[in-house]
């Protein structure tokens, strides 16, 4: 039952592209992707601070990065981007990255 | 503010193969939605590849790349900014026009429709297109070849438009912003620009139709700049203000985001930092074998042939070169429909392998002005311009 509700949602979803209203307004919807980060200490921050501006697939999607990099990408999130975390936060994040997704380096 | 995770309950999305099966199992091992191709379906698109979802950045499968013309639901998608725009009522819709101009404009989508229109076919290929393959590896979107497509673009004429506000004397860049928002106010606003003279080229519009119809919401609906010839990052998707400075324009799109080393292959020793960049500009030249796929099988003695694309960044293409025994021996291939200096070419190789074994296919093409492609990938820390000649292994059985 509960499959078949998931179903209709996503035919919804796709279905709803169409352009209404006179043929002058279109609108989209957008799909809900999961995405899942692997476990370890820090993922709970990570989750929290990092999903504010975009998903967290930014994350998986990256290739195993070394801690340099990281912590470099942290930098751009938090100077350039403005991220509005902690120096701690950043340090337990930063730790997080480089274990979880990080080249060892 | 939802995170992901509270979202998860409604996902929708479909992965592929294995992992799939395992994680209708409820086995699936750790980090292997890491490495695995997501594929997922978004509003007026098919089943691409998810690289981000919030914002989507979606890759075309190269499959998708035997037809000349892709067709606008397999375009790919690449957004910067979580706030995309998903709603735009043509009603209220305007494109503004401003800045150092005789006059302000206010364009509806009627009033761009009434400038002549211009229509051609151009590639359109994200700037960190291949960045998945520079080593050693950078951060950002991990995009194999699918951040391209070639497409038919009708639309008016920036110079048209600019000529009607009437460009000012002293005028130096003209920057463009579209309906797209930072999620937090301390994140840049995506704005890009060009120069004056480049601005005013003949050849830059801004669309309003992709192969006939409508853009897709994805691709910027319901125009977008088209500089043709160069990197899509200059593309501004459903563009809403167009301002004319007269001072050079570098905000964080600008510089430092989007720059290349400033040398004649834009490219540094791996690892290294540049000690002077410029903005990204024109593309590459670039060659692939489409079809057969990577790793397909084929039967000895019998005929197929090897079918690909070639293009660059405005010149038409002098010849491609086709070798089937990992770059030892090259012959000539025969170039298909020519659609314009900014499309891409076909290029089609026949080939009767006569004996078993595994054959390494590589494809190079020179364009008008003598631009080719190197062997070996070239680094620069951004992960820009890849376009090395690439290497497709098939099996002959």
Redesign the interface.
């Known amino acids: 039952m509960k499959s078949i509700f998931?179903l209709v949602?996503?035919i919804l979803?796709?279905s709803?592209?169409s352009v209404g209203?006179?043929d002058?307004?279109?609108?989209?919807?957008?799909?809900?992707?999961?995405?899942?980060l692997?476990?370890g200490d820090g993922k709970a921050k990570t989750?929290?601070l990092c999903?504010?501006?975009?998903?967290?697939?930014?994350i998986?999607?990256?290739?195993?990065?070394t801690r340099a990099?990281w912590t470099?990408?942290m930098n751009k999130m938090i100077k350039?981007?403005?991220?509005?975390i902690s120096e701690e936060d950043a340090g337990i994040i930063t730790g997080y990255l480089t274990k979880q997704?990080g080249?060892g380096n | 503010?939802m995170?992901?995770?509270d979202?998860?309950r409604?996902?929708?999305?479909k992965v592929a193969g294995v992992t799939a099966a395992l994680a209708a199992s409820g086995g699936v091992p750790?980090?292997l939605?890491?490495s695995e191709k997501?594929f997922?379906?978004?509003?007026?698109k098919t089943d691409l590849i998810?690289?981000?979802?919030?914002?989507?950045q979606l890759e075309t499968p190269m499959s998708h790349f035997r037809d000349l013309i892709t067709p606008n639901e397999s375009l790919f998608v690449r957004w910067h900014l979580?706030n995309i725009p998903?709603?735009?009522?043509?009603?209220t819709w305007r494109l503004k026009v401003g800045g150092n101009t005789e006059k302000e404009l206010q364009l509806s989508m009627e009033d761009l429709r009434k400038f002549e229109k211009v229509t051609y076919t151009a590639v359109i290929q994200c700037s960190g297109n291949s960045r998945?393959f520079f080593e050693p590896?950078?951060?950002g979107?991990?995009w194999e070849h699918g951040a391209m497509g070639n497409v038919t673009w009708s639309g008016a004429r920036m110079k048209d438009i600019l000529s009607m506000a009437g460009i000012k004397a002293g005028s130096v860049d003209v920057s463009f912003d579209g309906l797209d928002r930072p999620?937090?106010?301390?994140?840049?606003d995506f704005i890009k620009s060009l120069a004056i003279d480049k601005a005013t080229e003949d050849d830059i519009i801004i669309a309003y139709e992709m192969n006939g119809v409508?853009l897709t919401?994805?691709n910027g609906?319901?125009a977008r700049l088209i500089v043709p010839g160069w990197y899509a990052t200059y593309w501004v998707k459903a563009l809403s203000e167009i301002v004319v400075h007269t001072k050079t324009y570098e905000e964080?799109w600008m510089k430092p985001a989007y720059r290349i080393p400033d040398n004649a292959c834009g490219c540094v020793p791996p690892g290294t930092t540049p000690k002077k960049t410029v903005p990204i500009h024109r593309m590459t030249t670039r060659s692939f074998v489409i079809a057969p796929a990577e790793k397909a099988e084929l039967k000895k003695n019998v005929p197929v042939e090897i079918m690909g694309i070639a293009f660059s960044g405005g010149y038409s293409i002098r010849d491609v070169i086709v070798s089937v025994d990992a770059g030892k021996s090259w012959r000539e291939a025969s170039l298909g429909d020519d659609k314009g200096r900014y499309s891409w070419r076909q290029w089609f190789f026949p080939w009767r392998p006569q004996k078993p074994g595994t054959y390494t296919l590589m494809a190079k093409a020179t364009n008008s002005i003598g631009e080719s492609q190197p062997f070996e990938g070239l680094w620069n820390p951004a992960g820009y311009l890849w376009n090395k000649v690439e290497k497709t292994p098939v099996t002959v059985r």
């Open positions: 998931a949602v996503i979803a796709i709803f592209e209203a006179g002058n307004l279109k609108t989209i919807s957008l799909p809900q992707v999961n995405v899942e692997r476990e989750v929290t999903a504010v501006c975009h998903s967290l697939d930014y998986t999607t990256q290739p195993a990065l990099q470099g990408t350039v981007m403005g991220a509005p997704y080249s | 503010m995170s992901d995770q979202l998860s409604r996902t929708f999305l750790e980090g939605f890491a997501r997922a379906r978004f509003p007026e998810v690289l981000t979802s919030r914002p989507p979580a998903t709603s735009v009522d043509l009603n998945s590896r950078v951060a979107g991990q999620p937090l106010p301390t994140v840049p409508p919401m994805l609906f319901p964080f």
